[in-house]
């Protein structure tokens, strides 16, 4: 069973800035593809960036410019870097693995999810 668990995620004022971290269990983990959701209270989840196997990154438009993921296959990890973030970036972030490779913009092509990290921006 693939095992995620995220950190990285806490309270940061507007214009500031974190850095999100996704270790995983899969192995060989430079097979999957990774990808970074967010649901904030009252809406549904909702897709904010992934990379596939090979790199290649697929961003949501709200945060193309001001986020970037990164994955470190060596460690296993996949990162979010959230800069200029601002009170619509409110939300539990959940890292998710897809085995295919792909860099999915679509919840449901992930197998495999983690808990979440809540991010909170105040104004």
């Known amino acids: 069973q693939v095992q995620l668990e995220e950190s990285g995620g806490g309270l940061v004022q507007a214009g500031g800035s974190l850095r999100l971290s996704c270790a995983a269990s899969?192995?060989?983990?430079?097979?999957?593809?990774a990808g970074w959701f967010r649901q904030s209270a009252g809406k549904e989840r909702e897709f904010v960036a992934a990379i596939d196997w090979s790199g290649d990154t697929n961003y949501a438009r709200s945060v193309k410019g001001r986020f970037a993921i990164s994955r470190d296959n060596a460690k296993s990890s996949v990162f979010l870097q959230m800069n200029n973030l601002n009170p619509e970036d409110t939300a539990v972030y959940y890292c998710a693995l897809d085995h295919a490779g792909n860099n999915a913009r679509l919840s449901k092509q992930y197998q495999y999810w983690g808990q979440g990290t809540q991010v909170t921006v105040s104004s």
């Open positions: 899969a192995r060989p983990f430079k097979d999957y593809g």
